[in-house]
C-alpha cells in the first residue's frame, strides 16, 4: 500500500528513531531543517511529530525542543513501532516477550474462534491453509498464507481487542515463519499441525482447538530457540517473503 506524504514522514522520522540516527535525549532537527531535508510542508512535518509524540517516542516542549525518549515509553501495541522495529531487527529479548504474548493471546483467541467463527471465517482459513498447501506442493509463497491463517483464526474469536493483537504479533508471526520456512522440510512438517487446528475450528471443538495451536506455537517457539542458540542473523523483515522452492 502506498502511503501519502504525513504517512511517508511519519515512517521516515520513525524508522529513524527507532534506528538510533535520532539517539535517545537528543533532539530532532528544528522545523525548518526537516521540512528542507525531507522536502515537505511545514503542515507535515507538525502532524507527523504529533504522531510520534501519539506514539511515545518523542516529547514536545518550549523548554525541551522535540526530544526523543527512551524505549520503554514506546508504544508497543502500536503496529508501526513493531514494523520499525522489525525492520532495524529483532533482539533476542524482544522476540522472546513476542513469543510469550503469542503464547498468552492466540490459544485463548483460537478457543473463541472455535465457537465464534463465522462461515465466512471458516472459508478464509481454508483458503489460507489451502494456499500453504499449495506452496508446499508446488512451491511458491507459503508464508503469506501462513500469516493468512493465523490473522484469519484471530479475526474469528470475534473479539476486537484479539484482532488488534493480530498487528502487534505480525512482525512475530513473520519472523517465525521465516525460520520454519528455512528448515528443511519445515513447512512440510507443520501444515499437519495447522490441519489440527483448522479441523477442530471447524468441528467447533474449542479444547481440542487450544491444545492443538499450543502444539504448534511451541513447535514455532523450539525452531526460534534454536537459531537464537547458534547466534545466526535473524531475519530481516524490510523485504518480500522467500518462495518455497518447486519440486
Request: overall charge positive.
Amino acid at each position: 500500500m502506498i502511503k501519502n506524504v504525513h504517512g511517508s514522514t511519519v515512517d521516515y522520522l520513525g524508522e529513524a528513531i527507532v534506528s538510533g540516527h535520532y539517539p535517545v535525549g537528543g533532539n530532532l532537527p528544528a522545523e525548518p531543517i526537516l521540512c528542507e531535508e525531507l522536502g515537505v510542508s511545514r503542515t507535515v512535518v507538525r502532524e507527523s511529530v504529533k504522531s510520534l509524540v501519539a506514539k511515545g517516542l518523542i516529547v514536545t516542549g518550549p523548554k525541551v525542543g522535540t526530544r526523543v525518549l527512551p524505549e520503554d515509553h514506546w508504544n508497543w501495541f502500536d503496529p508501526d513501532v513493531i514494523t520499525w522495529q522489525a525492520k532495524k531487527g529483532l533482539p533476542t529479548e524482544f522476540l522472546r516477550d513476542l513469543q510469550d504474548l503469542r503464547r498468552v493471546v492466540e490459544p485463548a483467541a483460537v478457543k473463541l474462534a472455535a465457537s465464534r467463527a463465522t462461515e465466512q471465517d471458516i472459508l478464509e482459513i481454508e483458503a489460507a491453509f489451502a494456499g500453504m498447501k499449495r506452496a508446499v506442493e508446488h512451491g511458491g509463497d507459503y508464508i503469506t498464507y501462513d500469516l493468512r491463517f493465523h490473522q484469519g483464526l484471530l479475526r474469528a474469536s470475534r473479539n476486537r481487542m484479539l484482532v488488534q493483537m493480530s498487528k502487534v504479533l505480525n512482525a512475530l508471526l513473520r519472523t517465525s515463519f521465516e525460520i520454519s520456512t528455512s528448515k528443511k522440510d519445515g513447512p512440510a512438517q507443520s501444515l499437519s499441525m495447522h490441519r489440527a487446528v483448522l479441523d477442530a475450528v471447524i468441528e467447533r471443538a474449542p479444547e481440542r482447538a487450544e491444545k492443538a495451536i499450543v502444539k504448534l506455537i511451541d513447535s514455532a517457539y523450539l525452531d526460534i530457540e534454536q537459531v537464537l542458540s547458534t547466534r545466526r542473523r535473524l531475519p530481516q523483515l524490510g523485504r518480500p517473503a522467500p518462495q518455497l522452492p518447486v519440486h
